[in-house]
């Protein structure tokens, strides 16, 4: 089994015949590629292209994410049905591949993809670690021993029909659909409890802020409102660029022209994947356009890094609002979900909104790196898809898991301070801008600064310099009036007042 980068594998010179397997008493297995022989622990399911890729590239010790191994191995089971059916594989062995792949598909062979996400360019060594992998217990299902590639040959049986540069932005594409889904789900979840809160909050008047300065009253409930619109509008964005990425480019092998892959075998492969999986994926329109160009996985990048500043924008606001809770704003109360401090008794931070900061960061810094990797491509191939797979991804779960967090154990416990709300709300100078119908932007302005230089609400101010009744100013400074559209109050009255 494999247990590091380079272990037990050993690279000789031979003359071994293609196909040919030995194993020593090292407990290594020799086996041989076109560069020559390499050795090979002897239980491993990769061969000997693996074995140098892991030689080649002890990167980073990260290997791809358990959703990008499935859909892998979708891909490499939809095309062995497809060949078996069109009658271009032998019946036998396609089988044995299936089995091998749904095999996999349950976990069983997964720890056996070990070629660093940080690799040969286009993807070719995730390829073959697949290749090999299904052509090895393909030849264990028919009573053969690894390495014995003459009866399932990784190449001319697993790989039938493909390329790498066909078959990897295939595995990409079928991986993002897959997680995507929960993604929508969980933003859906999101928006819910937003609205929730909104309705919850909706009599609840509070200073607004803008420039971080105190501004004109708003309702808790409407800011909460305008962040569950917020990431109704990024599950739409998202929606529109995961659909564009059910257009499959498999069957343009190498460049983009198909040769060597029948295009019935494409369309097979196509439904047969739509079969496994329930999405309705798509041949594609052109096949050169989508090997050269990553815009459909910048697209896809780009509603996650939107989505990102939305929910690093929610997030911040939540610890703004809650800051404190004695010393700052403390409009709301977070859920406490764990002690916030090793020194401080009594600390509680608000930690996962924290949490959902540090994951969008990550996603916006993944995005910029998909970005610059999608431009790099030259002619017919991008050859740095395998980073743009990771990263891509990554962003896709990470996000989920920290919104299903976000969601469950932040939003859905927020509580509101009301009257530490209303408190502020009286204090404030911004709600000055109601007066202005009234007594004219630069008397509301003078009352305003006098009040705040006096530290007295701004409605003492008016009453002693008589601008207006004390029946007037309840009408005028109604908190919930002063969060509805137009103009409140006997205007006819004040006006009067103004001009004389």
Do not use: W
């Not at 998202?238 to 092998?253: P, Q, V």
Request: proline share 4%; charged share 25%; with cysteine.
């Amino acid at each position: 089994m494999f247990r590091g980068f380079g272990q037990g594998l050993l690279f000789l010179s031979g003359k071994a015949a293609q196909g040919d397997c030995t194993v020593t008493n090292q407990g290594t297995r020799i086996e041989r590629d076109s560069l020559g022989t390499v050795g090979i622990p002897k239980d491993a399911y990769y061969g000997p292209e693996t074995a140098r890729a892991v030689e080649n590239f002890p990167i980073s010790g990260t290997k791809p994410l358990p959703e990008f191994i499935r859909a892998t191995v979708l891909v490499k089971k939809a095309a062995a049905e497809a060949n078996v059916s069109l009658g271009f594989l032998d019946g036998k062995i396609g089988r044995a591949i299936v089995s091998a792949a749904d095999e996999t598909l349950e976990g069983k062979m997964t720890d056996q993809f070990v070629v660093d996400v940080f690799q040969a360019g286009a993807g070719t060594s995730h390829n073959m670690n697949a290749n090999e992998v299904l052509a090895n217990r393909a030849i264990e299902i028919l009573g053969g021993q690894k390495g014995n590639y003459k009866l399932v040959s990784p190449h001319d049986h697993v790989n039938m029909g493909q390329s790498t540069n066909d078959t990897y932005p295939t595995f990409i594409r079928v991986a993002c659909a897959i997680l995507a889904e929960p993604l929508k789900r969980v933003l859906g979840e999101l928006r819910e409890a937003l609205e929730a809160k909104a309705t919850e909050f909706d009599h609840i008047v509070k200073s607004g802020r803008t420039h971080l300065q105190d501004a004109s009253a708003i309702r808790l409930g409407q800011e909460f409102a305008a962040f569950a619109s917020m990431i109704g509008d990024d599950n739409k964005r998202l929606e529109s660029a995961a659909d564009k990425i059910l257009e499959l480019n498999l069957g343009g092998t190498a460049v983009g022209t198909g040769l060597n892959a029948d295009p019935k075998y494409v369309q097979l492969t196509v439904e047969n994947l739509g079969r496994y999986t329930g999405f309705k994926f798509r041949v594609a329109r052109n096949y050169a356009a989508l090997m050269q160009s990553m815009s459909d996985f910048v697209e896809l990048s780009g509603a996650l890094r939107t989505l990102s500043v939305d929910l690093t924008k929610i997030a911040n606001d939540l610890r703004l609002m809650s800051s404190g809770p004695v010393t700052g704003i403390g409009e709301i109360i977070l859920p406490a979900v764990q002690p916030g401090s090793s020194i401080m008794p009594g600390k509680v931070n608000p930690v996962i909104a924290e949490m959902v900061n540090m994951v969008c960061f990550e996603v916006i810094g993944n995005d910029l790196t998909i970005t610059m990797a999608a431009q790099a491509g030259q002619f017919e191939l991008n050859v740095m898809m395998p980073v743009i797979a990771y990263d891509l991804t990554q962003s896709l779960v990470i996000l989920t898991n920290a919104i299903r967090s976000f969601t469950d154990r932040l939003v859905r416990g927020i509580r509101a301070n009301e009257e530490r709300s209303r408190g502020l709300l009286e204090k404030s100078a911004g709600i000055a801008l109601a007066l202005n119908p009234f007594i004219g932007y630069d008397k509301a302005a003078e009352v305003a600064k006098e009040a705040l230089k006096r530290g007295v609400p701004l409605r003492d101010v008016v009453l002693e310099k008589k601008l207006l009744t004390e029946k007037e100013l309840d009408e005028i400074l109604d908190p919930y009036a002063m969060t509805t559209a137009g103009v409140h109050g006997k205007k006819g009255v004040a006006e009067k007042k103004r001009s004389g």
